[in-house]
């Protein structure tokens, strides 16, 4: 490009150089075990639910993103993490496992019924949030 000098630390700002994408999440499955208790697709709930007895907690419960193609795939992103949302923190609390950021464990503290939103945060905004999903804590 006539009269451009590159500023090695201006690539960002250079049309030319490709940025970096980061994985882009349009659905997600949770896991325990292996097998599929939750699986959020195109912007809704398609199967499942969390279930928990009262004073327990989960399995860890891993979680998965899907591509537009349905591939799974964990974010390798620097800053990327997981949040997690309780609608009523008195019947359910959720946190992530110690060590892991992608496993969590969901408690019961009441039976009842409640909500879970899952979100793929990189830095401090959402890339991907789920719907609300089922969270049953039974006796």
Same mark, same amino acid.
């Given at each position: ?7 090695? &630390? +201006? ?7 490709? =940025? *970096?994408?980061?994985? *882009? @999440? ?10 599929? $208790? ?16 009262? #004073?327990?907690?989960? /399995? *860890?419960? !891993?979680?998965?993103?899907? =591509? =537009?193609?349905?591939?799974?795939? $964990? ?7 997981? @949040?997690?949302? $309780?609608? +009523? @923190?008195?019947? /359910? !609390? @959720? ?7 992608? *496993?969590?464990?969901?408690? #019961?503290?009441?039976?009842? !019924? ?7 945060? =990189?830095?401090?905004?959402? +890339?991907?949030?789920?719907? /609300?999903?089922?969270?049953?804590? $039974? &006796?």
């Amino acid at each position: 490009m006539p009269g451009y000098i590159e500023d090695e &630390n +201006d690539k960002d700002d250079n049309p030319v150089t490709p =940025h *970096e994408e980061h994985n *882009e @999440a349009e659905g997600m499955v949770l896991k325990v075990n292996g097998a599929n $208790i939750v699986v959020v697709k195109e912007g809704k709930v398609e199967s499942g639910k969390v279930t928990v007895k009262t #004073g327990e907690s989960t /399995a *860890e419960i !891993t979680s998965r993103f899907l =591509h =537009h193609d349905g591939d799974e795939f $964990i974010p390798d992103e620097e800053g990327s993490s997981l @949040a997690l949302e $309780i609608a +009523d @923190a008195t019947i /359910a !609390t @959720a946190a992530v496992v110690s060590g892991k950021e992608w *496993e969590f464990k969901v408690s #019961g503290l009441k039976a009842g !019924t409640t909500t879970m939103v899952v979100k793929l945060m =990189h830095n401090d905004h959402a +890339d991907f949030t789920t719907p /609300a999903i089922t969270v049953e804590v $039974i &006796n």
